[in-house]
């Protein structure tokens, strides 16, 4: 049974004008073109094909909010590093993607995929660099493990814990497998409802400490 029963899709936004109305919580999930990040918000959501996996990598230039429960989201940020897309494409990524962390009041975490085959790109440490300029917690899920051996997995998981250090989370995931969809889940619904473990707090702009924030102002 899915924690989120009622989970539909939004509006995929092309300009900031689309984004949804910014009350409530949401966490945004992104990653390089495939990464596995549309398999992951599926099996994150339960749905079989919430998100459109991508039969053409770096095809999808948009943010695509999902709702799960009222107020509460996922938002899809689009692929990164795809080496085909153009320079006017990219240019649009940048400046839809960086709009979307400038603005964005109910973000409470942002999800980054890597292949744990291909960790740590330099557009993946963009990406981090993005995330941490909100002052959310970020975590790293390393996509595919299923890929991998048990040793394999645990060694990548200790490189990528060293070079994030205190930065952010990681954890090994498998949509294939199941490895690590329970503990993703938990981490999602936890930033949702606004409870975050002591270790990973950081300061926070906001001074509400309750999950619902009034909706007024603003
Ligand atoms: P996106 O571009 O990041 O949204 O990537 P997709 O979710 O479309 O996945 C890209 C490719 O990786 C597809 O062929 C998926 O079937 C494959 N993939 C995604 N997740 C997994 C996984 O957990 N294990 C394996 N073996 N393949 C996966």
Redesign the pocket.
Known sequence: MSAYPNVRFLISANRREQFVTDIGAEVAVA?R???????AINALTQRKSLAK??KR?GATRLINFFELEPDRRLVDLP?YGYAAVTGEMRRHWGQLVEAYFESRRSLKGVIV?MDIRHPMTPYDLDMLGLAQGRDVPVHVLL??A??LGRGAIQQTLATVRRELGSAAGVHAF???SGLGVGEARGRLDAWLAGRQRAEERVPEKETPAGPAEPAGED
């Open positions: 990653g073109s495939n990464a596995g990040k549309s398999t996996t991508s990598p692929g995929v996509t595919k299923d890929k498998s949509a294939h």
